[in-house]
């Protein structure tokens, strides 16, 4: 009998924490390390692949994906010891898609051509803003010309290319951001994340914003707008939202993000690294040791670099809630009820449909519009007291 995980799929991420320099708006699992020992992290990497693979043996994998942190800056060769170690393992699904993110700074064409050859599939360039002066306050290191360079490299040696941008900036007004947001599309990238920018405690955003030393950034009812109207030029350009913060061209979806938002299992391997693993009919949250020094001395000494913790059946259900609600095709109820013993409150649902908040099809229940919008305000009336 199939396994519940088996509805949305097996995929492996791979977190490399390193970056160039740390933006002021990112609270990611990244650091700033003079020298990396290439060959030493490799290792390390191989080692927990035989080591997941003895403990999830004889799955097909659909997709792989290099997280970060900034992926692009590892050695082209440590990716391709990775994969060849993944494919001694696991087979391989029919045109696997494997993710590489990368930033702007770390392209260049022979270096996106060894990855390629290595055998990455799809970039996901982390270009945030199509501004120089944004692009300075965001705290990035590139320029618009080398960002529209490296997505030039980017496109001439993948086929499928991603890249992020983040709105509701400051000082961006509603026409600036619809402007920039067509300057984008005009790129021919065939999927788009477009994130609103948050304001997170304990990075250096959070930090001035509580100092009253972050100015201009939107009000509420702006930033409420930017996302109304990146809906319709997104969907009148032929990407259409997918996801709450994503977009793209019909089939050309982030196969391994919707493992996640489909709530199958997945691997996580490096520092801080989270994953869902099923083993023996119960399911696992696992989470890696987050700083980058203690999890490569944890594995190169044989000792626990992560823990696993035993998700209870209503634990799934309200995480399967959470994640699939997110995408336009939704959740199936019946799901919901088999993962957490009971259904769903019919009276909830009967008002959040009421309201327009969200809609039936066929049998799946999902988010209208209107209701991804305020999408955790449905979440909440949705989730059992």
Same mark, same amino acid.
């Given at each position: 009998?199939?396994?519940?995980?088996?509805?949305?799929?097996?995929?492996?991420?791979?977190?490399?924490?390193?970056?160039?320099?740390?933006?002021? #708006?990112?609270?990611?699992?990244?650091?700033?390390?003079?020298?990396?020992?290439?060959?030493?992290?490799?290792?390390?990497?191989?080692?927990?692949?035989?080591? #997941?693979?003895?403990?999830?043996?004889?799955?097909?994998?659909?997709?792989? @994906? @290099?997280?970060?942190?900034?992926?692009?800056?590892?050695?082209?060769?440590?990716?391709?010891?990775?994969?060849?170690?993944?494919?001694?393992?696991?087979?391989?699904?029919?045109?696997?898609?494997?993710?590489?993110?990368?930033?702007?700074?770390?392209?260049?064409?022979?270096?996106?051509?060894?990855?390629?050859?290595?055998?990455?599939?799809?970039?996901?360039?982390?270009?945030?803003?199509?501004?120089?002066?944004?692009?300075?306050?965001?705290?990035?290191?590139?320029?618009?010309?080398?960002?529209?360079?490296?997505?030039?490299?980017?496109?001439?040696?993948?086929?499928?290319?991603? @890249?992020?941008?983040?709105?509701?900036?400051?000082?961006?007004?509603?026409?600036?951001?619809?402007?920039?947001?067509?300057?984008?599309?005009?790129?021919?990238?065939?999927?788009?994340?477009?994130?609103?920018?948050?304001?997170?405690?304990?990075?250096?955003?959070?930090?001035? #914003?509580?100092?009253?030393?972050?100015?201009?950034?939107?009000?509420?009812?702006?930033?409420?707008?930017?996302?109304?109207? *990146?809906?319709?030029?997104?969907?009148?350009?032929?990407?259409?939202? #997918?996801?709450?913060?994503?977009?793209?061209?019909?089939?050309?979806?982030?196969?391994?993000?919707?493992?996640?938002?489909?709530?199958?299992?997945?691997?996580?391997?490096?520092?801080?690294?989270?994953?869902?693993?099923?083993?023996?009919?119960?399911?696992?949250?696992?989470?890696?040791?987050?700083?980058?020094?203690?999890?490569?001395?944890?594995?190169?000494?044989?000792?626990?670099?992560? *823990?696993?913790?035993?998700?209870?059946?209503?634990?799934?259900?309200?995480?399967?809630?959470?994640?699939?609600?997110?995408?336009?095709?939704?959740?199936?109820?019946?799901?919901?009820?088999?993962?957490?013993?009971?259904?769903?409150?019919?009276?909830?649902?009967?008002?959040?449909?009421?309201?327009?908040?969200?809609?039936?099809?066929?049998?799946?229940?999902?988010? *209208?519009?209107?209701?991804?919008?305020?999408?955790?305000?449905?979440?909440?009336?949705?989730?059992?007291?």
């Amino acid at each position: 009998m199939a396994e519940d995980w088996q509805q949305g799929g097996f995929g492996l991420y791979l977190h490399w924490p390193f970056c160039e320099a740390k933006c002021p #708006y990112c609270d990611f699992n990244s650091h700033v390390a003079r020298q990396i020992d290439q060959d030493r992290w490799c290792a390390a990497y191989l080692s927990e692949i035989d080591r #997941y693979a003895a403990l999830a043996p004889d799955r097909v994998l659909n997709t792989i @994906f @290099f997280g970060g942190g900034t992926p692009s800056l590892m050695a082209p060769e440590t990716v391709a010891a990775i994969l060849d170690r993944i494919r001694q393992h696991w087979p391989m699904a029919n045109d696997p898609e494997i993710t590489l993110e990368a930033n702007p700074g770390s392209v260049e064409g022979g270096r996106f051509r060894a990855f390629a050859q290595a055998g990455i599939t799809r970039v996901s360039m982390g270009i945030q803003a199509l501004n120089d002066r944004d692009l300075r306050r965001l705290g990035r290191i590139h320029s618009v010309s080398e960002a529209r360079q490296a997505f030039d490299i980017a496109r001439e040696n993948f086929t499928r290319v991603s @890249f992020d941008l983040i709105y509701a900036r400051q000082d961006q007004s509603l026409s600036d951001w619809a402007s920039e947001l067509r300057d984008a599309l005009s790129m021919a990238a065939d999927h788009l994340s477009l994130y609103q920018l948050t304001i997170e405690s304990g990075t250096a955003f959070g930090d001035r #914003y509580a100092a009253g030393r972050l100015r201009g950034l939107p009000e509420d009812d702006t930033a409420a707008e930017m996302y109304e109207v *990146t809906q319709d030029i997104c969907e009148a350009a032929g990407l259409p939202a #997918y996801e709450v913060s994503n977009h793209a061209r019909p089939g050309a979806e982030s196969r391994h993000n919707l493992i996640y938002w489909r709530y199958g299992d997945y691997i996580g391997i490096g520092p801080g690294a989270h994953g869902r693993l099923t083993r023996d009919g119960r399911k696992y949250a696992t989470e890696a040791l987050r700083a980058p020094g203690k999890w490569l001395g944890s594995v190169e000494h044989r000792q626990a670099s992560e *823990t696993w913790d035993i998700l209870s059946g209503p634990d799934q259900a309200v995480e399967y809630l959470l994640m699939g609600l997110r995408i336009t095709d939704g959740i199936d109820p019946a799901r919901v009820a088999s993962l957490g013993g009971k259904p769903l409150d019919e009276g909830a649902i009967k008002h959040l449909k009421s309201i327009g908040m969200i809609e039936t099809h066929g049998h799946r229940l999902r988010a *209208t519009r209107a209701g991804r919008a305020v999408l955790n305000a449905v979440i909440r009336d949705l989730l059992p007291d």
